[in-house]
Structures are given as C-alpha cells and as structure tokens.
T-cell receptor
Framework: DAGVTQSPTHLIKTRGQQVTLRCSPK?????VSWYQQALGQGPQFIFQ???????QRGNFPDRFSGHQFPNYSSELNVNALLLGDSALYLC??????????FGNGTRLTVT | QQQVKQSPQSLIVQKGGISIINCAYE??????FPWYQQFPGKGPALLIA?????SEKKEGRFTISFNKSAKQFSLHIMDSQPGDSATYFC????????????FGGGTRVLVKP
C-alpha cells in the first residue's frame, strides 16, 4: 500500500519563476494538506483541499495556489518565487478529520 | 504568532535514559495534540496523540502527559535508543479546523550509545 508520494524530490528555481509540486495521497484518503517547512523549523500550514475545493488556508500570500483533482491528487503552485520560498514542501493526506500521513516532501531551492 | 512553543531546541541523552520534550500552547480551543517524529530526508510521522479529556497516554516507550490548566503537554521517551535520534515536533489543532495543525519549532534528540 503506497503512502503519500510527492514529486519531484528536489527542485532548483530562479527568483521570479513559477513552480508546480505534485502529490498523490495515500490510498483511500480524500483530503490533502500542504505544509511549508523552512530549515530548522516546524511545518507551517499552507492550505487544505477536500472535494476539490480549498477548505482552509494559512497565512500565505496569493502567490501560493493549489488544486485537487477528482482522483484526490493535488498540486501546489507558487508564482513569482522569492528566495524566502526555499523550503521543504510537505504534502499530507487523510480522511477528513483523521490523523495526517505525510510524504517525504519536495526540497525547493530558489536562487 | 507562534501558538505552540516547544523546548528544548535540542537535547542529548544516553542510551537507556529518558528524553523529555515540553510544549505550551495559547489557544484554549485546541483539542487535539499529536507528536510527530521526523528523520533527515523524511516527512514527519505520527508517534502518539492525546485529547484533553485524559491526562496521560502511553504507547510503548512513548508517553504524553497533558496539563489542561497549565496549557502544557510533554513527550517522554523511556529507555531511549540510538534509533530514536530524530527531530520531534509537537502540534495542536481544533476539531473545527480538521487537519490544520499548528506545529512547535521542533526538538532535535540525539541518543548516544
């Protein structure tokens, strides 16, 4: 039974570019959440998708957007990248209200 | 605003010793308190969780103690092993917020053989 899978594992982008990160949830899960983890810090909630709609959002600018597809997979898009966007981006899946299962993340470096 | 404060930032413990990590929260609406373990290059994995209707929960060598009046909770790792060397995060959420977790800053634990 595959857990949460994220792609790519590593990514290097230049300031001002746009990036798309992908996530496939654990089998049977219908809710996907995205978190940003800066080096040496705890994860910070970006947003959560359920039934293809954004249900909750953390304190992140509109440059961060997402999407959930009918098969429950999800994308995180970040526009106009800043150096401060360099971080590990974690996807977590669950059934609504149940404990989160995290993927191993995408390491984004913005130069 | 950091709603969950975690301490210490790091600790070193001898094999067989007890590791203790503390967290304090501000939002009294929080009603779910999980602990996650993260190894380098991996995502966080759920260790153990507690709700405020109990003061203690034990699973194997891991115990959560919860003090609702003090708005504090802690993780005790008994008989610490080198394989327990990892970063530990406390977190909190409200039932209304579903899976929206607020994490502490993390504690890097090193267990020396």
């Amino acid at each position: 039974d595959a857990g949460v899978t994220q792609s790519p594992t590593h990514l290097i982008k230049t300031r001002g570019q746009q990036v798309t990160l992908r996530c496939s949830p654990k089998s049977g899960h219908d809710t996907v959440s995205w978190y940003q983890q800066a080096l040496g810090q705890g994860p910070q909630f970006i947003f959560q998708y359920y039934e293809e709609e954004e249900r909750q959002r953390g304190n992140f600018p509109d440059r961060f957007s997402g999407h959930q597809f009918p098969n429950y997979s999800s994308e995180l898009n970040v526009n106009a990248l800043l150096l401060g966007d360099s971080a590990l981006y974690l996807c977590a899946s669950s059934l609504w209200g149940s404990p989160l299962h995290f993927g191993n993340g995408t390491r984004l470096t913005v130069t | 605003q950091q709603q969950v404060k975690q301490s210490p930032q790091s600790l070193i413990v001898q094999k067989g010793g007890i590791s203790i990590i503390n967290c304090a929260y501000e939002n009294t609406a929080f009603d779910y308190f999980p602990w996650y373990q993260q190894f380098p290059g991996k995502g966080p994995a759920l260790l153990i969780a507690i709700r405020p209707d109990v003061s203690e929960k034990k699973e194997g060598r891991f115990t959560i103690s919860f003090n609702k009046s003090a708005k504090q909770f802690s993780l005790h790792i008994m008989d610490s092993q080198p394989g327990d060397s990892a970063t530990y995060f406390c977190a909190a959420s409200t039932e209304a917020a579903g899976n929206k977790l607020t994490f502490g800053g993390g504690t890097r634990v090193l267990v020396k053989p």
